[in-house]
């Protein structure tokens, strides 16, 4: 059983940085995974926006956060990061960590974090 936990969200300012982190214990079964985050707005549905691949170490960022995020992954202390940069209030959301089986690229998760929420505002 995996486990996941999120922290580091937080009220930051437009054009402000921000780091969560996502402590992940418990073992997959194989190395065949894809970890990375999820957001969901108010009223939108929950987005998947960036992810690595721990099979091939492929990493993919969307669109709207590709130049301002970064994900990242401290195997020895077991966690995985996303520093969000030049933040902008429709960043604003419930931030989630996941990971996937069997994939590459994250789509329907198989874990979850309890989510941890990021609010850009002045």
């Known amino acids: 059983q995996v486990q996941l936990v999120e922290s580091g969200g937080d009220l930051v300012q437009p054009g402000g940085s921000l780091r969560l982190s996502c402590a992940n214990s418990g073992y997959t079964g194989n190395n065949y995974y894809t970890i990375g985050w999820f957001r969901q707005a108010p009223g939108k549905r929950r987005e998947a926006i960036c992810s690595i691949s721990n099979s091939d170490g492929s990493i993919w960022y969307t669109d709207s956060v590709k130049g301002r995020f970064t994900i990242s992954r401290d195997y020895a202390k077991g966690t995985m990061y996303l520093q969000m940069n030049r933040l902008k209030p429709e960043d604003t959301a419930v931030y989630y960590c996941?990971?996937?089986?069997?994939?590459?690229?994250?789509?329907?998760?198989?874990?979850w974090g309890q989510g941890t929420q990021v609010s850009v505002s002045s």
């Open positions: 996941a990971v996937q089986l069997y994939v590459t690229r994250l789509g329907t998760p198989d874990y």
